[in-house]
């Protein structure tokens, strides 16, 4: 399984226009996954581009406004009052282009955010939502991991985890064909067995595995320093005490 995986979704809300990935799907870093429907987005961007111009055009004319009265008052025929009239529409100007660029700036990124696009090159775990269907804010639309760095996820008993330690190199293969395979080192134990199975389940860090083993794939794991003469464990009532000493029963000849 993927040690890196990231449920992708959109910061805002809206009805999905498309999803151009299906389960499986390999993509790269900045692939568009899905996009929402985007025309109230798109005319908020005009709106802000028309807002700006406007308040361009008015600082424009402050600025114009401004300059003259600084003349004027060079010459001795406006009065101070006068200018520092038009310094106050000039700053008022200035606060207006700065607030329409904010406003510009916001609706293009709400426009971007109705794009999803892959953080990372990867392979799709999981895609949900259809066309036409309303996506709400950060629900998960696509599930995306990392393709190159792989874990082997496999369920041990408790003997014989009791032999292992992490960093313990470990031989994994694909069970359909063990010529196909990769080392690797023990990287988590799990704290506790499941209390059904009693197995506990550990997760082996692959060092540069071969394409064929791919996410999903069953495989076979050989822990190279574990001693092969585990200790067996049997239940209280299969031993008998004698005099001789504890014994155990066996069966089939061997």
């Known amino acids: 399984e993927p040690r890196i995986r990231t449920e992708l979704g959109f910061p805002i809300s809206g009805r999905l226009l498309s999803r151009e990935v299906s389960v499986g799907d390999l993509?790269?870093?900045?692939?568009?996954?899905?996009?929402?429907?985007?025309?109230?987005?798109?005319t908020g961007v005009a709106s802000a581009m028309a807002n700006l111009r406007?308040?361009?055009?008015?600082?424009?004319?402050?600025?114009?406004?401004?300059?003259?009265?600084?003349?004027?008052?060079?010459?001795?025929?406006?009065?101070?009052?006068?200018?520092?009239?038009t310094d106050a529409a000039l700053e008022v100007a200035r606060n207006n282009v700065d607030l329409a660029r904010a406003s510009l700036e916001q609706a293009r990124d709400l426009l971007d955010n109705a794009v999803l696009v892959a953080p990372f090159a990867g392979v799709v775990l999981d895609a949900s939502g259809e066309v036409g269907q309303v996506i709400g804010s950060g629900q998960s639309v696509v599930v995306l991991a990392k393709s190159e760095v792989r874990d082997a996820v496999v369920d041990l008993p408790e003997r014989m985890v009791t032999g292992l330690e992490l960093g313990a190199p470990a031989v994994v293969a694909l069970e359909l064909d063990q010529s196909i395979g990769a080392s690797g080192s023990l990287r988590?134990?799990?704290?506790?067995?499941?209390?059904?199975?009693?197995?506990?389940?550990?997760?082996?860090?692959?060092?540069?595995?071969?394409?064929?083993?791919r996410l999903g794939s069953t495989v076979m794991v050989r822990f190279p320093g574990l001693s092969a003469a585990l200790p067996t464990r049997v239940a209280a009532g299969a031993v008998v005490a004698g005099a001789g000493g504890s014994t155990v029963w066996r069966t089939g000849g061997v």
């Open 188 to 213: 988590e134990i799990a704290p506790s067995a499941d209390p059904v199975t009693r197995l506990v389940r550990v997760r082996i860090a692959l060092e540069d595995p071969a394409p064929a083993l």
């Open 54 to 85: 406007i308040a361009e055009a008015r600082l424009d004319n402050a600025d114009r406004v401004h300059a003259r009265e600084v003349e004027l008052v060079r010459r001795g025929v406006a009065s101070q009052a006068a200018l520092e009239a």
């Open 27 to 42: 993509v790269e870093g900045g692939e568009v996954l899905a996009t929402l429907e985007s025309e109230t987005l798109v």
